[in-house]
């Protein structure tokens, strides 16, 4: 049986969901479970969210004077290099009380983005620390680090490991996480100040959530995920995830643009759903 759900919020980011109609009891998922999941994947979203807010402002400051506006970026963008010279690269984006981004989601708070180097080589690490930060008023925390492990020059290729990760719904409910991804650009490499037409491909990786009420879920790569630089949302690709009575597959869909994804349960019970 196919069942369908969605926010309760109006936001892109969110982790309450409702079932659209009764949930048989052979089927063994409760609204509590599918809510794990919209919080793992709000996660998923909001990690991806900030590296491209990471990725706009560190190639934006490559190529333009630093009193230039960050395209893309509603935020007062300050930038310091503690140790004189071109590198490291201390870059604070601060949004303040809330200004609205181009996904007209409302971020308050700040960015902190260290560079070791530029972010096209190897060895280069971009670390995002998140400082009293919010997305439409879900709490998130924790460091995000983007590490450059390219070793084909036609193939970019990073790991992107989340630490001390953290995100605190609109009913106080916590979810902390971690976790590391490897990632690869399929698209857009010959145009490397060019971040509109980058597409990427997560081939690896796992990433642990675990709710307030000590419920973990893993979540494992099961099939690349295609995240476009110009989309807000993975667009294709599938998750596997386990933990408590979930076991079942995430499917992204067919590399459409939208927040639209499917959780199957292991006995064949699917859920539609969206962030």
């Not at 052979?26 to 807010?53: P, Q, V």
């Not at 998140?130 to 084909?152: A, M, P, W």
Request: charged share 15%; aromatic share 6%; proline share 2%.
């Amino acid at each position: 049986m196919k069942k369908t759900a969605i926010l309760l919020t109006t936001i892109c980011l969110g982790a309450f969901l409702f079932f659209s109609c009764s949930n048989d009891s052979n089927e063994g998922i409760a609204s509590t479970d599918l809510t794990s999941i919209g919080a793992s994947i709000a996660i998923d979203t909001s990690n991806e969210m900030d590296l491209n807010t990471g990725l706009a402002v560190a190639t934006s400051t490559a190529t333009a004077k630093m009193t230039e506006t960050v395209v893309g970026v509603c935020a007062a963008v300050t930038i310091t290099t503690p140790n004189g010279g071109e590198y490291p690269k201390v870059i604070l984006i601060d949004f303040g009380t809330g200004c609205k981004d181009d996904n007209n989601l409302t971020r308050k708070g700040k960015l902190e983005v260290t560079l070791t180097g530029p972010l096209t080589t190897t060895g280069s690490k971009m670390t995002i620390k998140r400082v009293d930060y919010s997305i439409n008023n879900i709490k998130l925390e924790g460091t995000i680090e983007y590490t450059n492990t390219t070793t084909v020059a036609t193939v970019p290729q990073w790991t992107r490991k989340v630490t001390n990760g953290k995100l605190t719904d609109l009913q106080g409910g916590v979810y902390t996480n971690s976790g590391t991804y490897t990632t690869r650009q399929t698209a857009g490499v010959d145009t490397p100040y060019v971040l509109s037409d980058n597409v990427y491909e997560i081939t690896e990786g796992t990433h642990t959530v675990t709710g307030s009420n000590g419920g973990t879920l893993t979540l494992t790569v099961k099939e690349p995920l295609t995240k476009k630089y110009s989309c807000t949302f993975i667009s294709k690709g599938q998750l596997q995830i386990q933990g408590g009575i979930l076991n079942g597959v995430i499917d992204y869909g067919n590399n459409d643009c939208d927040a639209l994804y499917t959780y199957t349960h292991e006995n064949g019970a699917s859920f539609n759903l969206s962030m």
